[in-house]
């Protein structure tokens, strides 16, 4: 009886943490920024898996309405925005909230997963919104030109890569739902890329000092912050669940980064 009492109570934290959605603001130093950007807010949201039953759901709303009330300079979000059709209106209401996201599609998006309760979904057009398929736009924000570039998922996983022509941007982002993106652009390519896929484990075991994570227990890139050749990349923990509804010791997040110039210092 204790063990099952133990189980229960596990199962019952799980549930709830899957939506307890941390609200982070991130302070992120990006080599060679330029220092009028120096500041510059991006919201970064990932892995919303709309469409079937999970507290999930709570942490999406919560993200979005926290990400629409701090109005950032940009909105970006990383991929596998529908696990089933079902969810696409609540998405598009969603979205109808921000300020014009910058959105790639992730693997669940197209049921290309061993999530047996993934379909895929096609989403068409956004009314708020631009979805990037392997490709690239340029906006302004205080008087700099910022590249976006986004990863059609299905050319990652045939290619493991997506080729960009040079830009001469000010400041330039890959959206790649892919962290592994990290180990393949061409150095000095991107200052930045945002990412996000593997929940930060998702179903985590903490031990001495490290943690197993048991559905990528082989991940190299997590959640967090990484640097390679110049290029920055911020992995998101993501705010759905995909196979079961729960979330152990690997908190749904909304994060704010605020890049900083290494110049300033």
Not at 19 to 35: F, M, T, Y
Not at 73 to 88: A, F, Q, Y
Not at 208 to 223: D, Q, S
């Amino acid at each position: 009886m204790g063990l099952v009492a133990l189980a229960a109570a596990v199962a019952c934290y799980a549930w709830f943490e899957a939506g307890w959605v941390r609200l982070r603001v991130r302070e992120l130093e990006l080599p060679g920024l330029p220092p009028e950007l120096d500041g510059l807010r991006i919201a970064h949201l990932s892995d919303f898996h709309l469409g079937v039953p999970s507290r999930g759901v709570r942490a999406v709303e919560r993200a979005v309405d926290w990400v629409a009330a701090r109005g950032p300079d940009l909105v970006c979000i990383t991929g596998d925005l529908l696990s089933r059709p079902r969810g696409e209106r609540q998405l598009r209401e969603l979205l109808g909230r921000l300020r014009h996201p910058y959105v790639v599609l992730g693997n669940h998006d197209y049921a290309i997963s061993r999530d047996p309760f993934s379909r895929r979904v096609e989403i068409g057009p956004l009314e708020n919104g631009t979805i990037l398929f392997d490709s690239s736009v340029d906006v302004e924000v205080r008087g700099r030109r910022i590249e976006l570039a986004g990863v059609d998922p299905r050319t990652w996983i045939e290619k493991r890569k997506s080729a960009f022509p040079p830009s001469d941007a000010e400041l330039r982002i890959l959206l790649c739902h892919f962290p592994r993106a990290l180990d393949s652009v061409a150095g000095g390519r991107f200052d930045l890329i945002l990412a996000g896929h593997l929940h930060a484990g998702q179903i985590v075991l903490p031990y001495g000092f490290g943690k197993l994570l048991l559905a990528h227990p082989g991940a190299r890139y997590p959640e967090g912050v990484f640097e390679r050749n110049g290029t920055v990349m911020h992995v998101s923990p993501g705010l759905g669940t995909t196979f079961v509804p729960f979330r152990f010791f690997a908190r749904p997040e909304a994060t704010e980064l605020v890049l900083r110039s290494r110049m300033r210092h």
